[in-house]
């Protein structure tokens, strides 16, 4: 422990050390059970369980709010989850040496392209694909963050009354078919913004699922949570510590993706005629 986190320590009431404490022994104990026992590293527990939700999701959603044909959408995403796995990853590891996996980066550049055109080529209907995806992004990144919680990476700046992580969480995972790398250990208390991610893009689906059964079928859910979600990266990444990708100048490469995000569907909304963002 470093003496800045020992005047943090001290300076923390006994109240917030204990529930610290209890995150820790929690964190320690979850490695332990699904890396020691299990040989998964949780992220891959939660990220793989988002999956098979949004999966799920396809199947309720043309059963209730759509006659969309659900099993080409399916078709149409497990396409894009193998081919963006054993396809993009690589592609990209050896054109730009990068090994890490990127959200908003790889969503814009490979994920939704390749979704979408691949749904409407297998016939769905464009606009059902772009509400239940617009639905399904932030489920799944809700699951994804909260592994990255468990998974010691993606955390925020130090703070006193935040998570100390135990050291066992820093080590790489190397399973049969998935491995895992943390990111650096911070010697410190820190911000737990995963979680608030986390929580975001839960409260997000609510507000989304509540607006599509209001209105119906529109095609806007995606854009409306996509124009949400970046301008919510764009701000909380000031809050960010750990990350796998750099800064450019003042921003991080996913603040300035955010822009840039924001200016194109902001511009696209703008030609919309009465398009239904509200249901008034």
Same mark, same amino acid.
């Given at each position: ?17 204990? *529930? ?19 040989? =998964? ?10 999956? &098979?939700? +949004?999966?799920? %999701? ?11 044909? #659900? /099993?080409?959408? /399916? ?6 989850? +193998? ?12 054109? @730009?040496? =990068?090994? *890490? ?12 392209? &390749? #979704?979408?055109?691949?749904? +409407?080529?297998?016939? &769905?209907?464009?606009?059902?694909? %772009? ?5 399904? /992004?932030? +489920?799944?990144?809700? @699951? ?27 080590? !790489? ?31 997000? @689906? ?6 599509? /059964? ?22 909380? !990444?000031?809050?960010? %510590? *750990? ?12 603040? #300035? ?19 239904? =963002?509200?249901?008034?």
């Amino acid at each position: 422990m470093n003496a800045a986190d020992e005047l943090s320590e001290s300076s923390t009431p006994e109240r917030g050390r204990a *529930s610290s404490n209890r995150i820790e022994h929690a964190l320690r104990t979850v490695h332990e059970y699904t890396r020691d026992t299990l040989g =998964i590293h949780p992220y891959h527990i939660l990220f793989d369980s988002g999956l &098979v939700l +949004v999966a799920a %999701m396809a199947v309720l959603f043309s059963g209730s709010i759509s006659q969309m044909q #659900w /099993l080409r959408f /399916l078709a149409a995403f497990a396409f894009t989850t +193998v081919s963006f796995e054993v396809g993009y990853l690589r592609v990209k590891r050896a054109l @730009f040496g =990068i090994d *890490s996996r990127s959200y908003l980066q790889d969503l814009f550049a490979y994920v939704l392209p &390749v #979704w979408i055109g691949t749904a +409407v080529a297998l016939g &769905v209907d464009l606009r059902a694909t %772009m509400d239940l995806i617009g639905l399904q /992004l932030p +489920v799944l990144l809700g @699951f994804i963050r909260v592994g990255c919680f468990l998974g010691g990476c993606c955390y925020g700046v130090p703070w006193k009354y935040g998570v100390r992580y135990p050291s066992k969480v820093f080590t !790489d995972h190397d399973g049969n078919c998935q491995s895992f790398s943390s990111g650096e250990n911070p010697g410190c208390r820190v911000f737990p913004i995963q979680i608030v991610e986390a929580a975001f893009n839960f409260l997000l @689906f609510g507000v989304l699922l509540w607006r599509l /059964l209001a209105v119906g079928v529109t095609g806007l859910t995606l854009p409306l949570y996509l124009l949400s979600y970046t301008g919510y990266r764009f701000l909380s !990444d000031f809050f960010r %510590m *750990s990350s796998a990708r750099p800064n450019w100048g003042p921003l991080s490469e996913a603040q #300035w993706v955010s822009l840039a995000a924001l200016t194109v569907i902001f511009v696209g909304l703008s030609f919309q005629t009465n398009p239904v =963002i509200l249901p008034l």
